[in-house]
């Protein structure tokens, strides 16, 4: 069955850090998300990604990250300045168009822990 | 304010019993309701309802939904051991046009199936 791969599974970076998380969608999927989950919280959506432009984003989603699809297959997630507050469990997600009897396909998640 | 609520927030049950979960939503631009099952790590997609009325069947799991009175259940019968997990309830919004999707979750219902 296909998967939505996400690297690294966990990371650990110093406040004020840089950080890129790398995900591969499921490969005909046009369709590309990044939700975030703080431990012990809701999932929350961050942004969506379709046609290599952003086509919606949450509150959260400010001006310390970014996303890219630098080539035909990965996904990323820059986080430039990281905060305590972004440490969380970030999982890449894609879809079909939007929907499809099988929704949203979403990665084993990368752990990010800001110290 | 767009939100989805899960009840009850945690149930333990044991072996054979059945459960019914329960999620309600105000979501605007309401579009489908997914559910998840979240174990370790990534949500695993279990069901994706866009009609009213239309039970969703997958083995022992069963799923329909009430666009009226938008709420959704989720219901397990004969529950084991592994059934044991966090059940999320995510709405699909599409805010803005064709390429404008989000998933706007619920807090989870955590199950423990005991023995």
């Known amino acids: 069955e296909p998967e939505v791969t996400q690297t690294p599974s966990h990371q650990v970076t110093q406040m004020g850090q840089e950080v890129i998380l790398r995900c591969v969608p499921i490969s005909n999927h046009l369709y590309f998300y990044w939700y975030r989950q703080i431990l012990g919280q809701k999932v929350e959506f961050l942004v969506s990604f379709y046609n290599n432009e952003i086509s919606e984003k949450s509150e959260i989603f400010d001006d310390q990250f970014s996303v890219e699809r630098p080539d035909g297959s990965n996904f990323t997630l820059k986080i430039r300045s990281t905060k305590l507050e972004d440490s969380a469990m970030y999982f890449c997600?894609?879809?079909?168009?939007?929907?499809?009897?099988?929704?949203?396909?979403f990665g084993s998640g990368t752990r990010l822990t800001v110290v | 304010e767009d939100k989805v609520v899960q009840s009850p927030l945690s149930l333990v049950v044991h072996e054979g019993d059945t459960v019914t979960l329960n999620c309600s939503y105000e979501?605007?631009?309401?579009?489908?309701l997914l559910w998840y099952k979240q174990e370790k790590k990534a949500p695993t997609f279990l069901f994706m309802l866009?009609?009213?009325?239309i039970e969703k069947k997958s083995g022992r799991l069963s799923s329909i939904l009430d666009k009226k009175e938008l709420f959704s259940i989720l219901n397990i019968t004969a529950t084991q051991t592994g059934d044991s997990a966090v059940y999320l309830c995510a709405v699909e919004a599409q805010p803005r046009g064709d390429s404008s999707y989000k998933l706007i979750f619920g807090s989870g219902t955590r199950l423990l199936v005991r023995p």
């Open positions: 997600a894609s879809s079909f168009k939007g929907q499809g009897n099988y929704g949203y396909t």
């Open positions: 979501v605007t631009n309401f579009r489908s």
């Open positions: 866009t009609s009213s009325g």
